[in-house]
């Protein structure tokens, strides 16, 4: 099926003869420039809708070097040291970091800056320490540490370079290019730098008649992202507000909420509030404090765009701490789109299902850049794999538009991988066309996840780097990545939610994560009140299941604080003298279709911790998978689950049988191959099946004409699929 639309892609300069034939081969009905490129001067007369980047808080190097007060700033942990046995202790606080990147800055550091004795905890007196040098080349000197206890200094530094396109400069090997300059940002805290984003937008939007959408990547904040000394990332948190510190910040702050910040509210002893640690108190109040600053002053941008005429659209990415768009203040800015990068299923919903804005859209991966279209690379097998990915996860709620970054010059140069993009656009247009532009049915069963975040973070949970593989999160990001093609309305719901009632919407709640985590929940399983609303959920029919380690926080001579309900607990090596004797039943309506467990990193050394705990999976003497029914509900435990078609399914089959609803899961539309997905339009009578893998397929499909609920006439189909096929059939 061919149709246009939908699809914005890349252009530059010295392609004029090249670009007509592409857009109308792709469908394309949008057109962008890149970081680093610009729009030719052909763009007006290609007869589609043209997106230009614009970035508020840099870009300007003239006026960013004329006000250096005005570069953002974070705080920065010095190297962790051990006093020597007698004298004083010098630490070199860069030590480590990129010099190109960071810079301390002094001013007032009496006040800003903070050392702290590791050993005890204690704050070091002002008066017990000195600072010496300039620019990049700072020390502090402790006069009396305490013999071999470790000391860090907490210090507040410019950021001398933009992040972002220090990405960008390394990338594309721009060293060499005279035209490429090392970007300084500028914080739209400091009045003369909002008075110059203001000015400059008003001017930009004038002089810029041919562009349509204005695509802010993004506004003043970037994530946190810290290089190391050899240029390589020493720090990164898609999530982190480090960056988004200033003494104008802390002081309206401080005259808002009533108490002073400290640096150690910033460096977190050096985990910098990663989005994995349980959030304090003042770092909730932080987020909250910057997003209705940076949600206001979006809103005054987004204006001046709307006045002349253009649309807005922000880029999920880069500088966008304040702006989460499932926060309660988002809405207001009165943002057109958002536009995101697809790396995943979860990340495509994460962007698709972003409330309150007119449309979404996904760029796709690969980027454009020479570190995947070289000699060597692989574009086509990555544009195979985020399409597989992503189509899952489409299929469930689709993307608006979908289009692509970076040099289309390069991208040319591999025509397989542009016929493969060409057949990619088709099929995204076709889900929308032939899928009547509605959401597909969905099970009768309410899901939530329990975490410290809450919606706030929805489809966003178990991520450092946007969606990069990380050893210790792909068993619990894989949940998130099965959920997001599966046929199920889900909520993100906060441990403060589920004390006051919220559980009671739901089917099935699932704790997710490691011990000590903000998805597992840490400290917040200490309060009683937390485990009562679950059991009490389970005991009057709610379903539970728990992967990781579920409730987990040594307390009482339990670790598990719902050990009673999952039916497992840990071992932590203090109760290895009580005897066990594990036994498999492996049988069940849970592991019908299962092939092969993969826990992946699993939690280990689970056990069960009576006979009323059915143990469906051993891995050793360890429990891989168990269930258990208490009161009228029940409850399901993994030690892990990485994404996978097999363990997709797996979780497809505990979510009904957790829910009580097992006899309803052969006539919902499940493909008898667990290689093959499944969505059903019933408004548009159709149905959309998905080969999932690289490899030809056989499967039956088999429910009833209304959907997933059993009701209408059924149906049934044997079905041949090629590799990566998706076929439309009609109810």
Known sequence: MNSKGRVTLPIEQGMDDQLPEILARLGADAVRNSDGTWLPEITPQLGVKVYETYFPSRGDQEFALANPDCRPRFYLMSERVAAPDSGPLTIDVMAGYYRLQVEPDQGDAQRWWEVIDRTSGEVVPVAGWSIDGAGTEVTVTIAEPKPFHVYTVSFLAWQTWDSTQMYNYITNNWENDPTRVREIGYDARHPVAWQHMVSSLERWCRERPEVDVVRFTTFFYHFTLVFNDAAKEKFVDWFGYSASVSPLAMEAFEAEYGYRLRAEDFVDEGYYNSSFRPPSRTYRDWIDFQTRF????????VDIVHAH??????????????????????????????????????????????????????????????????????????????????????????????????????????????????????????????????????????????????????????????????????????????????????????????????????????????????????????????????????????????????????????????????????ELGISQSTDRYPVEHPDHFITADLDRLDVGEGAGDIFAIDDATRILRLNGASVDLAVRRCGQGRAVYVAGLPYSADNSRLLHRALYWAAGREDEFDTAWTPSNVAVEVAVYPEAGRVLVMNNSREAVSTVVAGRAEGLTGEGEPRRHELDLAPMESRWLEL
């Open 294 to 301: 940076v949600c206001a002053r979006v809103k005054e941008l």
């Open 309 to 570: 005429g253009k649309e807005a659209l922000m880029f999920l990415g880069d500088n966008w701490m304040g702006t989460e768009p499932y926060g309660e203040h988002f809405a207001a800015t009165g943002i057109d789109g958002v536009v995101g990068s697809v790396g995943s299923a979860a990340t495509c919903r994460m962007i698709s299902d972003i409330p309150g804005v007119r449309y979404t859209e996904g760029r796709f991966l690969p980027y454009f850049f020479p570190d995947v279209f070289r000699e060597g690379g692989d574009p086509l097998g990555e544009a195979n794999s985020s399409w597989l990915q992503a189509r899952r996860a489409i299929a469930r709620h689709p993307l608006d538009r979908i289009g692509y970054g970076g040099y289309l010059s390069l991208a040319v140069k591999f025509p397989e991988f542009m016929a493969r993009v060409e057949q990619i656009c088709n099929e995204f247009r076709a889900i929308h066309d032939l899928g009547g532009g509605r959401r597909p049915a969905t099970a009768p069963i309410r899901v939530g996840i329990l975490n410290a975040w809450g919606s706030l973070r929805t489809w966003q949970t178990h991520m450092v780097a946007h969606a990069l593989w990380y050893k210790q999160i792909y068993s619990y990001l894989g949940v998130l990545e099965a959920l997001a093609g599966l046929p199920f309305d889900l909520a993100f719901v906060s441990f403060d939610e589920a004390r006051a009632g919220a559980l009671d919407e739901l089917d099935v709640v699932m704790n997710i994560g490691a011990a000590e985590t903000a998805f597992s929940g840490g400290p917040e399983w200490r309060d009683p009140e937390l485990a009562v609303a679950v059991r009490r959920f389970v005991a009057r029919g709610g379903g539970l299941i728990g992967v990781g380690e579920p409730s987990a926080v040594l307390r009482e001579g339990a670790y598990f604080q719902l050990s009673d309900v999952l039916g497992v607990d840990k």
